[in-house]
């Protein structure tokens, strides 16, 4: 069974460039979650999406968006990168959203390297 | 918001020998806490998890207590392996959120 995947699993930007980054959950789950992982910290939360809709959303600027296409898949968008955006970005889904989210299954991440 | 103190940050034990980490949580509101094991260039992997109505729950070599009055709970791993290095993370749920709140992190190497 295919787990969570993600592309493209590295990239390199330049710094007010903008960068859409893709996620395919396990198949019958129908929210995904957004985290980025700054090296050497634990993930932090950036959305959540649950049948199409936002579920909850992190500390993070306008900078950032998402949004989750019928097919459950999600998209995440940042725009004007900024040095401090380079990191680990990784998607996460699970069965259920809100209080019943459950166990979250993650994808191996999208490497994002700002100049 | 949620708050999740790991300890320790790094822990180096030989094989054979058992490990603990250590977390703490702030939101009396969190009600599931899972914990995640991540190797080099992988995502996160959930390896064990428990739900706030139990105080502790097994799975072959690992294990994991909550203490819900106290805030803390921990990861045991027994009879450790060298292929148990890793980063080890800790988690908490805070359902009126839906986030999980990550602790920042163990590393585990474990010396043949």
């Known amino acids: 069974d295919a787990g969570v995947t993600q592309s493209p699993t590295h990239l390199i930007k330049t710094r007010g460039q903008h960068v859409t980054l893709r996620c395919s959950p396990i198949s019958g789950h129908k929210s995904v979650s957004w985290y980025q992982q700054v090296l050497g910290q634990g993930p932090q939360f950036i959305f959540q999406y649950y049948e199409k809709e936002e579920r909850g959303r992190g500390n993070f600027p306008d900078r950032f968006s998402a949004r989750q296409f019928p097919n459950y898949s999600s998209e995440l968008n940042v725009n004007a990168l900024l040095l401090g955006d380079s990191a680990l970005y990784l998607c996460?889904?699970?069965?259920?959203?809100?209080?019943?989210?459950?166990?979250?299954?993650f994808g191996e991440g999208s490497r994002l390297t700002v100049l | 918001g949620e708050n999740v103190e790991q300890h320790p940050s790094t822990l180096s034990v030989q094989e054979g020998d058992s490990a603990v980490i250590k977390c703490t949580y702030s939101d009396s509101a969190s009600n599931y806490f899972p914990w995640y094991k991540q190797e080099l260039g992988k995502g996160p992997q959930l390896i064990i998890d428990i739900r706030s109505n139990v105080g502790e729950k097994k799975d072959q070599r690992i294990a994991v207590t909550l203490n819900k009055t106290a805030k803390h709970f921990s990861l045991h791993i027994t009879e450790t392996q060298p292929e148990d290095s890793a980063v080890y993370f800790c988690a908490a749920l805070n359902s009126g959120y839906s986030t999980l709140t990550f602790g920042k992190g163990t590393m585990l190497l474990v010396s043949p």
């Open positions: 996460a889904s699970s069965l259920e959203a809100g209080a019943n989210t459950g166990e979250l299954f």
